[in-house]
């Protein structure tokens, strides 16, 4: 078998007397979906937080296709090809959905001063370029939604903040995809319908490769390869879903002590 | 898709502001400056209900070249037709100057929200840069106006890594506190002609030299008018490259960085970066205004630089729409022309902005202008697919 995609070891993420991360072993293969679950507070998000450059590590190493990125800053983690979402929406509001996926799109637009203040004719080609991507992976969501590209992303209810900004994610291709949460705040049907979308996306692109935090059980049955339970910051659990389910540490860790 | 917004609101609204700014300017007495501002209060509220305003708004915004070239031959026409009253003139030309200079603050604050409350510094830098090439050195007296520009970014420079490293309020105070430090050290330096000031000599360019009136034929200008033309050559190249700026992936770069520092780090923007490119380029607006400004004024002093005339520059953008360029141009017009013009507020004039900015925060916070959308390409856009 090939090396994980990203490898996380001996993990450890300490905020002053807290232990946010406890040495923790984490693989991610080329391909998988990995569901990241646990109580509230067990570390799943400060995991994100780490891999993404946003925390530093206290201890341990993470490696991703093969390179290593520990301690790498955010920006150094987005080339690599780790784009992530958040788990309370962080989208620029005041300025257009369209505006909103390219700035996920950083590492693929040319940012050359000459380019975008003289050579108008070239940016418009690369803008029409970028204008048709962007609308055909928005329209993969819901083709309601590319005919709103250029509306304030203030103006779109929760669920397409939420689809705007996988979109925002996934519009550099990234290799790997950090989901923190996704369907947090909805509905069973809206958490349905973008998991059916992000089924739908990932069919298209081939290897990606997710990892998603989320706390609705059935979601996790459904679309994950995988799962890796946190619980305190300490891993207690990884396994399929039905293995993880079967666990009487994870069934402790959500139920407490029967 | 609708038709393309015909170009007559636009010329209209650039020939009606031109006519109403001959007005405004050239009124005498006190009474006919309140009935103009009368009627401008009564005449604009209907304008919005009537929906002319938004027909102004589309046109101008599907037809921008018709617009700028309306809006250059409107000035133009104003100082023509008062070419002989001085103070209406430099009034044109100190109110382009400011705009030049909030424009920068624009593209620092409106852009990529790094706050500057020393704007009025950066002018002065621009100025006794004007003072200095021309008394100390033999550099041809055209220069000023690039060097200006150069010496206020590298200054500026210094200030960089405490901005960098402070957020909010500490950066507010940091660019305060430097502001305060400028006008400090310009009165203890001799060179730089102490309390008392120092004289700037004017611009000549080809044995044209600009502070002498203009004569062709039967034509005498003021002797402002060349400044003027300057100052509005200036004001429309910093216009044209701060709009070209916004619709740019630096602009939207710059407001990424703006409304979230954290997701903009997650994809790829380096924040420090950017921050640095608008504040260098802010300065350096504001040190090329403050080198022309120096030779309109022909004579400056510490005084000329206060934390009040910084507050001046921030209460223009916060007046015309932060980040919005036109909103910039309508409040540095209002705030220069104004207090001069009304002389019952001229005491009052901070309170009088105070309470502006107040009621504009309060009521209307995205300025009387609130900045569009991006829109990549104006007017091109009915021959994309």
């Known amino acids: ?258 | 898709m609708r038709p393309a917004p015909s170009r007559l609101p636009a010329i209209a609204c650039a020939a009606i502001a031109t006519l109403y700014g001959i007005a405004f300017l050239g009124a005498e007495s006190q009474l006919a400056v309140g009935a103009l501002l009368a009627l401008a209060a009564a005449a604009i509220p209907l304008a919005a209900r009537t929906g002319a305003l938004d027909k102004v708004r589309d046109s101008i915004g599907a037809n921008q070249k018709t617009f700028d070239g309306a809006a250059i031959a409107g000035v133009l026409a104003a100082a023509i037709f008062l070419h002989q009253e001085h103070f209406a003139i430099l009034m044109m030309t100190t109110a382009m100057l400011l705009m030049v200079a909030a424009l920068g603050l624009t593209v620092q604050f409106g852009f990529a929200g790094v706050v500057n409350f020393a704007g009025a510094a950066f002018l002065g830098i621009g100025c006794y840069t004007a003072a200095v090439v021309t008394k100390y050195t033999a550099l041809p007296s055209w220069l000023t106006l690039p060097a200006g520009g150069l010496v206020a970014a590298l200054i500026g420079s210094i200030l960089i890594l405490p901005v960098l490293r402070t957020r909010g309020h500490y950066a507010a105070l940091v660019t305060i506190a430097f502001g305060i430090l400028f006008k400090t050290f310009l009165e203890v330096n001799d060179t730089l002609g102490g309390p008392q000031g120092i004289q700037v000599k004017p611009i000549v360019l080809l044995g044209w030299n600009f502070s002498r009136p203009i004569r062709i034929g039967d034509f005498v200008a003021s002797f402002y008018f060349s400044y003027l033309l300057l100052a509005l050559a200036l004001l429309a190249v910093s216009l044209a490259f701060v709009r070209r700026l916004e619709r740019s992936w630096i602009g939207l770069s710059l407001d990424a960085i703006r409304l979230d520092e954290v997701a903009s780090a997650c994809y790829g923007l380096d924040v420090a970066r950017w921050k640095v490119l608008a504040f260098t380029l802010g300065n350096f607006l504001a040190g090329c205004a403050g080198a022309v400004y120096g030779h309109v004024l022909g004579f400056i002093a510490p005084n000329n630089f206060t934390f009040g005339d910084s507050l001046i520059l921030v209460s223009i953008i916060l007046l015309g729409g932060i980040g919005n360029v036109w909103g910039v141009t309508v409040a540095a017009a209002f705030v220069v022309i104004l207090p001069e013009k009304l002389q019952i507020i001229q005491e009052y004039r901070f309170a009088l902005y105070a309470l502006l900015v107040i009621f504009i925060l309060l009521y209307r916070p995205e300025g009387l202008l609130p900045r569009p959308l991006r829109d990549y390409l104006p007017g091109r856009k009915a021959s994309a697919p």
């Open chain 1, 1 to 258: 078998m090939s090396a994980p995609l990203l490898a996380c070891a001996g993990l450890t993420c300490r905020f002053g007397g807290l232990v946010a991360l406890d040495r923790i072993d984490f693989a991610v293969n080329e391909g998988e979906i990995v569901g990241l679950i646990g109580p509230n507070g067990s570390g799943k998000t400060t995991l994100f937080n780490v891999v993404t450059g946003i925390y530093a590590a206290s201890e341990g190493t993470i490696a991703f296709a093969g390179a290593d990125i520990t301690g790498a800053p955010p920006q150094a983690v987005y080339w690599a090809g780790v784009a992530r979402t958040f788990q309370r929406s962080r989208m620029c509001l005041p300025l257009s959905v369209f505006d909103n996926i390219m700035v996920g799109n950083h590492k693929r637009l040319n940012h050359g001063f000459v380019f975008n203040l003289l050579r108008r004719d070239a940016f418009a080609a690369e803008l029409r370029r970028n204008r048709s991507e962007a609308a055909e992976l928005v329209t993969i969501f819901s083709p309601r939604l590319a005919a709103l590209l250029e509306e304030p992303a203030a103006r779109l209810p929760m669920i397409d903040r939420r689809r705007i900004e996988i979109c925002r994610a996934l519009i550099s291709r990234p290799r790997l995809l950090l989901l923190d949460e996704p369907s947090a705040g909805m509905t069973h049907e809206e958490t349905r319908d973008l998991m059916d979308d992000i089924l739908a996306v990932r069919a298209r692109m081939a290897g990606l490769t997710i990892v998603i935090i989320e706390h609705e059980m059935g979601v996790i049955e459904r679309v994950t390869d995988r799962c890796v339970v946190l619980n305190y910051g300490r891993k207690i659990s990884e396994g399929t879903f039905a293995q993880i389910a079967a666990d009487p540490q994870v069934q402790e860790a959500y139920l407490g002590v029967a």
